[in-house]
């Protein structure tokens, strides 16, 4: 049987992952994965029932068996995100969340647990999944493979003004002291560190524009999709 076409696209955080996985959903009428809003709502499943943060077994439990349901918004682009029955879309987007996220995504038992969740995310007609991992471990067998990077300047400025646009308070200089921190220990880990899967195209896309990235990726893809 053959799977579903897959593009994979990793990288560290405020690097345009999420906004060139939309872009180029629209333009192949393919699913998306938001593999970081797993991580995250662990966390806050997590944090809901006071668990420590650093108690493998439990949240790897908990990952097994969470209650999670991503409901598209076809008018805003943005996907709607609900947990035990509740709305959490705007709590997943704080930096809080997403360093709780980092901190639970470095346990084995924890990622083992959501590989499956996942992988059901591959559906006809194809499906482009951003995360850390997705070329490396989750979709080892990936059509097509993305690695972005950008200046750590440059994605705390991009972070930060996606918050601003969204209504979240924020302060570059501690965004940038987060994202650094969020990278080293993403990079770090043992279990599925960040990097790029070495048939992975790597597009340093600092100075150059969303629009601009997402041309070079139609073309390198043309060939193969
Ligand atoms: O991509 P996002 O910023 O939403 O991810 C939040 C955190 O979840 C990351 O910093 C990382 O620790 C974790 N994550 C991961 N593997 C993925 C996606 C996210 O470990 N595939």
Redesign the pocket.
């Known amino acids: 049987m053959t799977l579903p076409p897959v593009i994979t696209i990793?990288g560290p955080?405020g690097v345009g992952?999420?906004t060139v996985m939309l872009r180029l959903a629209a333009h192949l009428g393919w699913h998306t994965l938001?593999?970081?809003?797993?991580?995250?709502v662990l966390a806050c499943a997590a944090q809901a029932r006071k668990f420590s943060l650093d108690d493998e077994p439990a949240l790897a439990e908990l990952a097994l068996n969470l209650d999670v349901q991503f409901i598209p918004d076809t008018a805003s682009g943005e996907t709607r995100v609900i947990l035990d029955g509740v709305e959490v879309s705007s709590q997943l987007r704080t930096e809080t969340t997403?360093k709780a996220?980092?901190?639970v995504?470095?346990f084995p038992a924890v990622?083992t647990a959501l590989l499956a969740r996942q992988h059901a995310f591959r559906q006809v007609p194809g499906l482009i999944a951003?995360?850390?991992?997705?070329g490396t471990v989750?979709f080892p067998d990936a059509t097509f493979k993305i690695f972005m990077t950008a200046s750590a300047e440059e994605r705390a400025q991009r972070r930060y003004k996606q918050l601003k646009e969204k209504g979240i308070d924020a302060n570059i200089e501690s965004l940038t002291a987060e994202i650094a921190q969020?990278?080293q220990?993403?990079s770090s880990?043992s279990a599925?560190p960040?990097k790029a899967a070495p048939d992975a195209l790597v597009i340093d896309t600092t100075g150059i524009s969303i629009e601009q990235v997402v041309a070079q990726i139609l073309t390198a893809i043309s060939a193969q999709i």
């Not at 938001?34 to 995250?40: E, N, T, W």
């Open positions: 990793d955080s992952k999420g938001d593999s970081g809003a797993l991580y995250r997403a996220a980092s901190q995504a470095v990622r951003d995360g850390r991992d997705m989750v969020r990278d220990r993403d880990r599925a960040l």
